[in-house]
């Protein structure tokens, strides 16, 4: 069983499309972090977040701790949003992950 | 600020054979994570250090992989021996304390053939 779980797997949009990615979890947590992993395999932490929203420049995460779930929105996407989107969760000093989100955009 | 560093980035050794990877962590760091990411899945925790002292390796097969952190900073990751199913690429995070933001290194891909 799998304490977190990302939904779709797989997307292809078009450029300048509004995207969404979906992470739900079985655990109670203490912070949720979204990770974009490019290529070549490094990883890049986007947000860490425990309630509400953030928004840093063309995404936006918002997280509903009641019902354990987050989404991750990209807007007006591009070729280079393309990567893997990792949802990571906290319920204690552990990471758990999500099996991550592989996001193609199209020009 | 410099990175996490992880060196090399890529290795390729045949079955049974040995292989260590090192790691350099953000300066100030206390907390050092080695994960182990195959192909198409999440990255999985091998083992955590706070400083130079193993909180959590709990998924990590003692039977051929060990980790150390000496002198609290750097870290290096054996497998001995290795086996196809470790191909991966394993990660190098760090942080400054349990329960914060992690900052990842650019990974070792490895192969084993």
């Known amino acids: 069983k799998n304490e977190v779980e990302q939904s779709p797997q797989n997307l292809t949009a078009q450029e300048g499309e509004f995207i969404t990615i979906n992470c739900s979890y079985s655990v109670g947590i203490s912070a949720l972090h979204w990770l974009q992993q490019h290529p070549g395999g490094g990883i890049v932490s986007l947000f860490m977040l425990s309630s509400g929203k953030k928004k840093h420049g063309r995404l936006i995460a918002t997280i509903n701790i009641q019902e354990k779930h987050s989404s991750l929105h990209i807007t007006a996407s591009h070729p280079r949003d393309s990567a893997v989107y990792i949802c990571?969760?906290?319920?204690?000093?552990?990471?758990?992950f999500g099996t991550g989100t592989s996001l193609t955009v199209i020009p | 600020e410099a990175g996490v560093a992880q060196s090399p980035r890529y290795k390729i050794i045949e079955k049974r054979q040995s292989v260590a990877f090192w790691c350099n962590p953000i300066s100030g760091h206390a907390t050092l994570y080695w994960y182990q990411q195959i192909l198409g899945q999440g990255p999985k925790l091998l083992i955590q250090f706070q400083n130079n002292g193993v909180v959590d390796d709990s998924q990590l097969p003692k039977d051929r992989f060990s980790a150390e952190r000496l002198k609290g900073v750097d870290s290096t990751l054996k497998i001995q021996p290795a086996k196809l199913e470790d191909s991966a690429v394993y990660l190098c995070?760090?942080?400054?304390?349990?329960?914060?933001?992690?900052?990842f290194g650019p990974g070792t891909r490895l192969t084993v053939t």
């Open positions: 990571a969760v906290m319920p204690g000093n552990q990471f758990y």
């Open positions: 995070a760090s942080s400054t304390g349990l329960a914060v933001e992690q900052y």
